[in-house]
C-alpha cells in the first residue's frame, strides 16, 4: 500500500480520495520500520509476513470503509501487490535524517501486482511469492498477465485467505520426508 501526504492532517491510498490521520499512518510505519531495523527477521518468513500484514491491512480498510459509508462519506480503498526477492537499496539524505528506498525489478514487479488487483481490497502476488508461501495461504491462480516493461507474460495469484499452516514444521510434515534424507539416515547408521 502507498501512502502520500496530502495535508498535515491527512493521507490519501493512491488517488482514491478518502482519507486517513496522518498521524495513524506515521505511527503504524515508525512501527513496523522500527521493528525491522531491530532484529533481522527470517528470510523465509518475510513473505508470510508480508501476506498477513496485507490481509490484516485490508480487513481493518475495509471496517474503516463501512463506517465511512454509514457516515455518508466516500469510502476507502486499497490495492496490495507482494513480489518475493532480493533488493537493491538506494539511501537517500534529506533534513539530517536517512530515508532508505528499494529500487530494482522485483519492487517494479511488485508495483505492477499492486496495479493487477482490481478496486476494492483484494491483494495479488507473484508465482515467487506464491512458491514460497503455498499451504501457508490460499492463492487462485489468475494465469499469466502481461505486464509493463517485462517482455514476458508474469503468473499472478490472487491471495484469498490466511491457509492452514502456520509453522515451518507443520509444512515439512505435510510435504512428507525428503526423498534424499533416507540414503543419508541409513549411513549415519552404519
Not at 29 to 35: C, D, F, Q
Not at 70 to 97: D, Q, W
Not at 123 to 150: D, H, I, M, N
Request: charged share 20%.
Amino acid at each position: 500500500m502507498r501512502a502520500r501526504i496530502v495535508d498535515p492532517g491527512t493521507a490519501a491510498y493512491d488517488g482514491g480520495g478518502a482519507s486517513l490521520p496522518a498521524a495513524t499512518l506515521r505511527s503504524r510505519w515508525a512501527t513496523a520500520s522500527s521493528r525491522c531495523s531491530a532484529r533481522p527477521w527470517p528470510t523465509r518468513t518475510i513473505p508470510q509476513r508480508a501476506l498477513h500484514a496485507a490481509l490484516v491491512m485490508q480487513e481493518e480498510l475495509r471496517r474503516y470503509a463501512e463506517r465511512l459509508r454509514a457516515e455518508g462519506k466516500i469510502p476507502v480503498e486499497a490495492r496490495v501487490g507482494v513480489n518475493t526477492g532480493e533488493v537493491v537499496v538506494r539511501t537517500i539524505e534529506t533534513g539530517g535524517h536517512t530515508e532508505y528506498t528499494p529500487v530494482g525489478h522485483v519492487t517494479n514487479l511488485a508495483a505492477r501486482m499492486q496495479t493487477a488487483a482490481p478496486g476494492g481490497f483484494e491483494s495479488r502476488a507473484s508465482e515467487a511469492t506464491q512458491r514460497l508461501c503455498e499451504g501457508y495461504f490460499e492463492f487462485r491462480a489468475l494465469g499469466p498477465t502481461a505486464v509493463k516493461g517485462l517482455n514476458a507474460p508474469v503468473e499472478v495469484y490472487e491471495v484469498v485467505r490466511a491457509g492452514p499452516l502456520r509453522t515451518h514444521f507443520q509444512l515439512s510434515a505435510r510435504r512428507g520426508p525428503d526423498p534424499g534424507s533416507s540414503g543419508a539416515m541409513a549411513s549415519c547408521s552404519r
